[in-house]
């Protein structure tokens, strides 16, 4: 007997992955966590399909899908048709729209239960117990369109380094999974969820030019992974809600990061911040005695991290304001003057949003018209007291309205020299207009930037 | 339209040499007497100036067209050809003799210039000049012919023909002349004489020689559709500019539109009103509680008639003469009540402010203005807009861009430029970090200009 064969067989064993599975093995188990997710969004006059990708995330059939899928503008009433489809097969289930959860950006859907059977959650799979080495190697799964069927693909790649941007983010060489598919060791543990693509700088050369900086995106493939320790803990937070709420609300609008030189000449070296300014009157951080040019160093006690590039420590700060509930209350060490001092904000409740707003389409003007919100009052430079008037949300392309000069985003102040007080008066206004068929015209006077105009619709 | 236009003749306007070189091809053209003269006249122009881009102080040139208008050397061209950051301005006879001037005064609203030759040089060398004469531009009629003198594309000697296509064409541009206002107050000839870049600042002429505009603009890409400044509006320009070197006029805030065909939606008697499209904000006209969509229907009892877009320049021209600080008492329907308001004028004040260069930090800036500060909704005129900044010098180094409006540098707020001058000259003597506040779309960082 040949006395290194016991030894070859336990050699075996040990390089052999988890459960003794192949990757290809792997791969087609896997493959019952993912899916392609299939909606229309409504608009005025025509409807635009989206095709996503999904993960499976438990056994009640909850999806989530990447936060950019959806513009955040976009009213979760003009959300349509959701299909669910598997890897491999045209057979759709009907889903319905859960809402975005805010912290993560994830939107999540549920599909029905008959095809609950037939998936498998993200959960189910071990996860890694800590950030990939670098070099390690990941692989993950890709879905190709409707027309080939949703076949799926596989994809490999190594770890070329870890960030936290300020979620821990793992880049890999080259792609390694479509965005919002989970991505995996060759163990088959759960390494985390591909994200939308990073932008690649390439120069465009021509004929004529020389090189343009260009940048291109993948759409289909990601190479940036979200790592397992930023998504499992977070995938209960199923929205109560459609739109997202309960929203919590701070209230200044600019929050722009300390740079490390500033940081040196404040005495504050190894320090990060961020600095608050456009802070609104009658929000919950103007309430609680923030100013501009107050630099937040630390949030309940825990100091700001230090994140590459610079930038990021404002997302983190933004972040962690949304981990907190409507009438939670922080604690904030903030730089003022020189003089550290504590400040403690009560968060309010986020005030309307565009995606929640009231609006309705008037079909012989070619326009939409939603409340005037909040954001609408900062972004006009108005003070949110003086909330008047409405917004034209959407312009019929070649309508009355739009041929006229009308804009999307145009503050409607006042409809034939009546100034416009609320929504529902500009409603009956425009629905008067909307009925009356001797009408020949109707006059706006408008708001843009700075400046106003007089803008007269011809109508039909 | 106006996106469609090219600054046309401005940046850097071809050759123009005097066209008054006795020209015997021209004498067959059957030229009176003036119309030689008027050759004599005109002169070429060369500029050396100073340019805030990018972060430096660089020297540019640029070459345009004039003509004398004086005895005593007084010279009209166009402020897109010679403004106050020209350094070095030399002018070439119709005699090909060169001459030092002086800008004496500029104004951007009406695109004029008006320079002085060096006399002493000119008498010392013993050189001779003609001055042209003004014609009537209000007598203009359309279909009258013009010639226009210049040097296009570098073609010296050039003339050009046609007639006058419109006397009443307006023309607003909010950056058309070097990145200032321009066109407000007064309408424009426009003519089918070929104007082409270089004839700029040159003088459109009747048959008899006298000037009845001064060229200044022109559809790139079009067929024939010249722009020039009446004689009349230049006249009187040059006449303030000699005697105070720069103009005055009272502002309102009175953003104007069109009342065409919306006469009937308010109610108005035939052939009334000016409508009121915008107030500026924190303006005289803002503070006297006019809103948009008001009727203006007299001016300090004057009735207005502000219909069509050529009506609308003389009515701001008429609100722009009033001494500054004039109380002016407005007529106006708002609905179906009639107000009466009364303001005080300001004194008008470009978007664009004085520019500087901070060569050691690589930063070029531009003041803001109160107009400017209105414009982009600021609290107030506090702060420079950075114009520009060099890669590799401080403040491309620390961060700041093209946009960004510095309001604080060290301890000092820069409420003016002369501020950010006294920092910069402490700092060249004993470099040291700054901190830098800046803006942008209201949102405050900071910065750290390093040595």
Not at chain 1, 299 to 320: E, H, M, S
Not at chain 2, 278 to 297: E, F, K, M, Q, W
Request: hydrophobic share 40%.
């Amino acid at each position: 007997m040949n006395p290194f064969r016991p030894w070859l067989v336990l050699l075996l064993l040990a390089t052999v992955p988890l459960r003794g599975a192949t990757l290809p093995e792997l791969f087609q188990e896997r493959l019952k966590s993912v899916v392609e997710v299939e909606f229309f969004i409504q608009s005025e006059i025509d409807r635009q399909p989206v095709m996503v990708l999904g993960t499976v995330i438990d056994d009640q059939g909850t999806i989530i899908l990447p936060g950019p899928s959806i513009q955040p503008t976009v009213a979760p009433g003009q959300l349509k048709e959701f299909k669910v489809y598997r890897a491999g097969n045209t057979e759709p289930t009907r889903a319905e729209y859960l809402g975005q959860d805010a912290f993560t950006g994830w939107h999540f859907i549920r599909v029905e239960p008959k095809l609950r059977g037939e998936l498998v959650p993200i959960t189910r799979w071990p996860a890694m117990k800590s950030a990939p080495a670098l070099s390690e190697e990941l692989w993950g799964i890709g879905l190709r369109g409707k027309d080939e069927d949703f076949l799926p693909y596989f994809l490999l790649s190594r770890v070329a380094t870890v960030m936290k941007l300020p979620q821990e983010t793992a880049i890999c060489g080259s792609d390694v999974a479509g965005p919002g598919l989970p991505v995996f060791n060759t163990a088959g543990e759960f390494a985390g969820l591909a994200l939308p693509s990073f932008g690649q700088n390439y120069l465009l050369f021509s004929r004529n030019q020389h090189g343009n900086p260009i940048m291109l995106v993948n759409v289909e493939e990601s190479s940036a992974v979200q790592l397992a320790a930023e998504v499992l803990p977070y995938l209960h937070r199923v929205p109560e809600t459609a739109t997202g709420r309960p929203l919590p609300w701070f209230g200044a609008y600019g929050l722009q990061p300390m740079d490390p030189d500033v940081a040196k000449l404040l005495k504050l070296e190894n320090q990060s911040g961020v600095v608050l300014s456009d802070i609104a009157a009658g929000t919950p951080a103007e309430q609680a005695g923030l100013r501009d040019r107050d630099i937040v160093l630390a949030i309940d006690g825990a100091p700001l991290p230090r994140l590459k590039p610079d930038r990021v420590v404002a997302g983190y700060f933004g972040q962690q304001l949304l981990l907190h509930r409507p009438g939670e209350t922080i604690h904030l060490t903030v730089l003022r003057g020189g003089e550290r001092r504590e400040v403690k904000v009560t968060l309010g409740s986020e005030p309307k949003l565009v995606r929640e707003a009231d609006r309705h389409y008037f079909d012989r003007l070619g326009v939409t018209v939603r409340e005037f919100l909040y954001a609408d009052a900062i972004s006009m430079r108005v003070a949110p007291s003086e909330q008047k008037g409405v917004v034209a949300h959407f312009l019929k392309p070649g309508g009355p309205a739009a041929t006229a000069g009308l804009r999307p985003e145009d503050w409607i102040r006042e409809i034939d020299g009546t100034e416009i007080t609320g929504y529902q008066q500009a409603l009956d206004l425009l629905h008067a207009v909307e009925v009356d068929k001797e009408r020949s015209e109707v006059v706006f006077l408008v708001g843009r930037g700075a400046e106003t105009a007089v803008i007269r619709v011809k109508l039909i | 339209m106006r996106d469609s236009l090219p600054p046309s003749i401005i940046r850097r306007p071809a050759l123009l040499v005097a066209a008054a070189l006795c020209l015997p091809a021209i004498a067959t053209a059957a030229m009176s007497r003036g119309f030689d003269r008027l050759l004599e006249a005109v002169v070429r122009i060369d500029v050396r100036e100073i340019e805030f881009a990018d972060g430096a102080r660089r020297f540019t040139g640029g070459i345009g067209s004039g003509v004398i208008i004086s005895n005593d050397g007084v010279i009209l061209t166009n402020a897109h050809v010679a403004s106050p950051q020209a350094v070095e301005i030399s002018v070439t006879l119709a005699s090909l003799e060169r001459v030092g001037a002086k800008l004496v005064g500029w104004d951007h609203w009406t695109d004029l210039a008006v320079l002085r030759l060096d006399l002493d040089e000119v008498k010392r060398r013993k050189l001779s000049f003609t001055a042209a004469e003004f014609g009537d531009s209000d007598a203009l009629f359309p279909g009258e012919t013009v010639f226009a003198v210049g040097t296009p594309f570098g073609l010296t000697r050039t003339l050009t023909r046609g007639i006058i296509s419109n006397n009443r064409r307006p023309f607003e541009d909010t950056h058309g002349v070097r990145g200032y206002e321009t066109g407000l107050f007064n309408n424009w000839l426009q003519t089918d004489a070929a104007i082409n870049p270089g004839n700029s600042g040159g003088p459109l002429v009747t048959e008899d020689g006298r000037v009845v505009g001064i060229n200044s603009r022109a559809y790139i890409g079009a067929e024939n559709l010249g722009f020039a400044i009446p004689s009349n509006v230049a006249r009187r320009v040059s006449g303030e500019l000699v005697r105070h070197g720069a103009i005055t006029r009272s502002y309102i805030g009175l953003v104007p539109g069109v009342l065409q065909d919306l006469e009937k939606f308010y109610a108005l008697a035939v052939n009334t009103g000016l409508l009121v499209n915008g107030v500026d904000p924190g303006s005289p006209a803002a503070r006297a509680g006019l809103r948009p969509g008001d009727v203006v229907l007299t001016l300090n009892g004057q009735k207005l008639d502000g219909r069509f877009p050529e009506q609308l320049p003389p009515i701001q021209q008429s609100i722009a003469i009033l001494p500054v600080g004039a109380t002016v008492q407005l007529s106006v329907k708002r609905g179906s009540q009639t107000l009466a308001l009364t303001l005080q004028t300001e004194k008008l004040v470009s978007r664009v402010g004085e520019e500087w260069a901070f060569e050691k930090w690589g930063l070029s800036v531009r003041k803001v203005t109160r107009t400017y500060a209105r414009e982009h909704q600021l609290a107030d005129d506090t702060g420079v807009l950075v114009l520009g900044v060099q890669p590799g010098y401080p403040a491309a180094e620390a961060g700041l861009e093209h946009g960004d409006i510095i309001t604080k540098v060290g301890n000092e707020q820069v409420t003016e430029l002369d501020r950010l001058k006294q920092v910069y000259r402490a700092y060249e003597a004993s470099p040291a970090p700054q901190l830098v506040e800046a803006q942008r779309d209201r949102r405050i960082s900071l910065y750290v200009l390093k040595p």
